[in-house]
């Protein structure tokens, strides 16, 4: 994105380094902060190599630690970094088909993956993940010349173009036409994220997406007054939306057209919620009105409050 | 400086504390429990819901010295003897009812309480008694239903899982 | 049967158990061996010029270890912009110094004025205080209409004027305006993306260390992104060279794009604690958080669709103000820019598409990217003015909507980006089962949007004292709004 | 917060005495104060707290008055009240949030008669008295404007004494962010007639909105109310309403807090 | 914020403009004045403690009277730093008009501003408590001038002039001896 202005990139960044006995950390420079990264990220690694995920841990957040990471917003984590992670993987693997391969005294373009076990196609031989690893730190009848000891590898992935998520919301709400007071009722949201490797996660990244989105939409709101004094400047006048603000949310994600650019086919998925939610809000508030009579009422600017509603009715 | 003697925990603790040392200051300073966090200073975000004396209070609107002779619970005293999570901790875990966890701590207080006033309680009854808790990340959707589920009620007609 | 390990799987968080016994390291859970602590003394006028400092009394407390100003910071960098944003006259957006403390002016409250460090908060807070200053208040610019009027207060004596840079993208003019001129309707709506505060519910903290053995410093903070803390700071503002500087982000407790950028604080307790060879850490309150956090949104645009007779939408134009407060944030020349306009085109094959903004700075906090980063900007105008068309046309919003859809891939938009998949039309159908499904207001009555509404049931509400007797009407309604893609970087 | 010390006395004496020294000031439930303290807006030298006085704490139904110590919390005039006088039951279990109803107090609440709490409406709807440690108030007399009340320095308020009324309710409309009443309506009939108290509205605080007490007296109905409006002016105008739209909110909550009651 | 109002004052319309310019009168006007001192062509500095509520904050700052013209008008102006709680500052443009009969009408414009804390945590009563302030400070200027309607309203004024002030109006007695 340099060619955009950016004066940093929009990369990222995964090492994986394979111990001798075939657990795994993973250093990746998006960081988590309450996205579950560290439950995410090893259930990629865990598919991809066939071993358990309790094997796999995510090392974050340290730039003593991390090769170099453009960290986590823009709903970029898995469509990114996940890639570079991805990569760095695939990597390990080339690599460990090599070692399999030299201990099964096979071709690596033979070697195949599954469940954890390197085999030799066609054949019943095989030897599992934690040889593999262990003969690549304990590089006893290793041809060294060939292959270099160690299971690490790096991977920095800088992505083609952006993701494309999209979705359609909708807002069903109660407008009470004496004070002016918006209650949501029923809110749904239909998401197409392509693929998705943690539902629960991004189930609730909508949610969360949602609440904000109905908070901009009717509560929250940043008042200077005509001397720059911030006026909303504490909870006690900036309404954060609280559990009785917000409904349960019906939220789906089976529309799925993976992304065609990057290896997981995953597009973003933690701003959609606030994004898509304040005009279904806003366009249903709109639309009590007219339903109650009151159609000189184009619009009225976020957040919707009682007042602001009982002005608009007010003409 | 007083000497305020406690029990936190279910552990004895006695300290000097000047007058104005807060619950919370007391708890993270002092006792480096650090699980009770501070997200507001208008007494709104709950982050800081403790236990004393059986009762939620917000620790950061609170002086230790209040607390003299209290039996205090803090959510490090929220799991099992054994170490386990215990039901609402893992009502939260299994419904997903947390992302970046800062809030965490004041909403399994707050939810236990609400619990021991109110074994059953419907989804309103749970969303008016969270009106002291703040939550950014989940959009309460999941905190509800976690306590709903550790009350025992049945979740799974509840949308999108 | 869903699965229960590997890519597909819901699996439960690990996370969730330390976070939920009260085992989380978020930063101002650490305390480091003769760790000092900071308060910042922060403007409480919007604009002005600092004529006296004396910090002689407050220098003398109990306790206070040093205080530092902005005389301690000359000659050291400020904070940079990460986004270089060319104008429509191909010149470079107007780039004020973003200083660590400030230097003879403020510009907001909250500005950092001077920040003491001292043995205890409660001593820094009382020396913070003590701390004799005079500012000479200047007019405050808030309005952003205001701001670009001639003669307007500046908010940067250095400039010619308040605005940062005046962009325009997308479909040329002459593109721009056969489509209007071909219009059979034309629907115009003028709107605000009211301004916010991200509010991530841990506050933002920064610890630095400093190791004199071999000069190393450390910075713990609250941060979506450690590396570009580092580069930023250790390139642009202290000139420590990477190899000599950590950055540490722990457990983070929400950022929602607050904490991507790279702020004063951050800066100063790295520097200070080389100055004093002492731990410095700073955390924020909250009341603090509102003047001191970037904030988000705060648009005034004003939109239209050109459309044709067949309800095909073939034009579409927008001109925003966007605020960028009083300095530029990390990346907040790219917000209203790249991550905006290159979203106009939504869900629609609109062939022409021009967006026209102008960023302009006021007095105010910085504004920066928050919770989709213009993508609900740019998706709150195209879905509020697809609505009210679909209302003056006397049309179903979901037809029009459906009529106007991107319907094959990939889609070169005329915003310069190329879509590579989606498929709107499924998602819509999706919607819809969904709200039938789950007992929304019939599609009949959503059909008939100005129809008179009859009192529905008030179903459960969330405060009964406050709405426990509805008379008269209460009306129940939808509107169903197709959501513009947002994307990754 | 500045340095101060605090005092924890167990009687009203006690703490009348140590109210007396230089700076001191009472800390009821400390839900106000203590906020207002960590903002360093007030600087006493001596907290004394009201918590351990027994004798200032507790409800007791007597026929027709409910008499609530000074120092009972918001949580327990919602757990025992409720069988005596319903609507102030309502009232408390609204206030706040649960943690903060388990330390606010109705006296402190009472005490700092912020415009735009609950309490001073109950109290004045119910022509209720408060018992300080001197003498008894009636609520028309004992409210003075916001946050201005007829104590005098270091006079507690031990007990509040409402009469129950043949009917009552309390309806609040909440302000978002702080969820305090952006107005609130306390409606009580009584044989002798029917009083309205809002808060939340004025910039004068508590108010009693005499038309509609009297139009409610002869017919307490909401349809009584009909036609009846206040102005304005003088009203709380703030970012979450104006002084119109608070003045509005008065006629359609008085309505709605008669039908309530009804 | 902006607040206006006119009153009627009974006296001469020389005698409430001296009345304003006298810095012992100016103190008891200024609501929670503990301390005034200067002259009108110097300025004063004065300490100024006000509570509301829980809040108990003490301003230290000047006051100012300015466009003098005599007797017919001044701008009487004050800001004030309150510590943590920020500051406060107003600017009074006064009108007399003689309206015979040892009648003066006094006019006010008042333009107030707060900023800090005080902005921060109390927009839902500051324009109230300004509103409060300013018509206070009117009042205690009349009742100085003129006795107070009722006089156990009557400001806490020292001495005698007060016991005087109680039949009379403290000030008006001593200008028209």
Redesign the interface.
Known sequence: MGQLGARAGLYDAATVRVNATGSISVMVGAHS????HETAFPQVVAEMLGIDESMIDIVHGDTSKIPFGMGTYGSRSLAVCGSAMVRATEKIINKAKKIAGHLLEASDADIELKDGQFTVAGTDKSVAWGDVTLAAYVPHNYPLEDIEPGLEETAFYDPANFTYPSGAYACELELDPETGRVTIERFAAADDFGNVVNP??V??QV??????GIGQALLESCVYDENGQLLSA???DYA?????D?P?????HSCATPCTHNPLGVKGCGEA?AIGSPPAVVNAVIDALHSGGYTQVDHIDMPVSPHRVWKAMQG | M?KVTMTVNGKAVSKEV???T?MTEFL??ELH???????????????C?IHVDG????A????A??A?GASVT???G??NADGS?SVI?QA???H?G????????GM?M?AA??LKENPKPS??E????????????????????AILAASGQDVSG???? | MPKDHGIGA?Q??R????????????T??I?TYGQTYCVFLRSDVAHGTINNLDTSDAEAMPGVVRIFTGKDFEGIGGLPCGWQVTDKNGEPMKEPAHPVLAQGKVRHVGDPIAAVVAESL?EARNAAEAIVYDIDELPAVVDMKAALEAGAAKVHDDLDDNLCYDWQFGSDQAAIDEAFSNAAHVTTLDLINNRLVA?????RVALGEYNRANDESTLYTTSQNPHVIRLLMGAFVLGIPEHKLRVVAP????G?GTKIFHYAEEAFVTFASRQINRPVKWTS???EAFMSDAHGRDHVTKIELALDADNNFIGLRTDTLANMGAYLSTFSSSVPTWLHGTLMAGNYKTPAIQVNVKAVFTNTVPVDAYRGACRPEATFQLERLVDKAARELGVDPIALRRQNFIDSFPYSTPVAVEYDTGDYTATMDKLEEMIDR?GFEPAARRARPMASCAGSAST?I??PAALRRRTSWVSSARAPVSMTPPRCG | ??????E?PTSVADAVAALGKEEAQALGG??TL??S???RLAAPSV?V?L?NIDEIKGVSINGDTVTIGGGTTH?TVAAEVGSAYPALADLAVNI?????R??GTIGGSLANNDPSACYPAAALASGATIVTNTREIAADDYFEGMFTTALEEGEIVTAVKFPVPEAAAYIKFEQPA??FALVGVFVAKYADGVRVAVTGASEDGVFRWSEAESALSSNFGADALDGLSLSGDGMISDLHGSGDYRAHLIAVLTKRAVKAAA | MHMSDTREIKAPREVVWAAILDPEVLKQCVPGCTEMTGSPEEGFEATVVQKVGPVKATFKGQVALSNRNEPESLTLSGEGKGGAAGFAKGGADVTLTDKGDGITELHYEVEAKVGGKLAQ?GSRIIDGFAKKMADQFFTNLQDAVEGPADPEDAPEAEGEAAEEGKKKGWFKRMVSN
């Open positions: 902060h309450g996205q579950g629960m996660i189930e609730g949610h969360g997406g949602l609440a904000q504490s909870y006690m954060m939306p609280r559990a009785e917000v349960f949310y019906q939220v789906d919620g | 007083t000047s007058g104005n807060l993270r300073d429990l650090t699980g009770t966090h501070v997200g507001c200073d208008t007494s709104q975000c709950g982050a819901v009762q939620s209070v917000k950061c609107t609170m002086f010295g209040e003299e803090t959510i490090e929220m799991a999570l901790q939260f875990q299994d997903h947390l992302q970046c966890g800062f809030c965490t701590p399994v707050t309480a609400l989804e309103h749970v969303r008016d008694y969270l009106e002291g808790n703040i939550c950014r990340c989940t959009g309460y959707h999941n905190i509800v239903k509840i949308a999108a899982e | 819901s439960k968080r996370e969730d158990v330390r976070f939920l016994t009260g085992a989380g390291q978020y101002d859970d305390s409660e509010n991530p519910m841990e506050p457990d983070v407790g929400g929602f309150t909250r009341s789950e459960a969330s405060r | 917060m500045y340095s101060f010390e605090i924890s400390g839900q203590i906020p303290l960590k903002a907290l707290s918590k949580a706040g949030d649960p943690a903060v388990n330390r702080s969820r | 945590l």
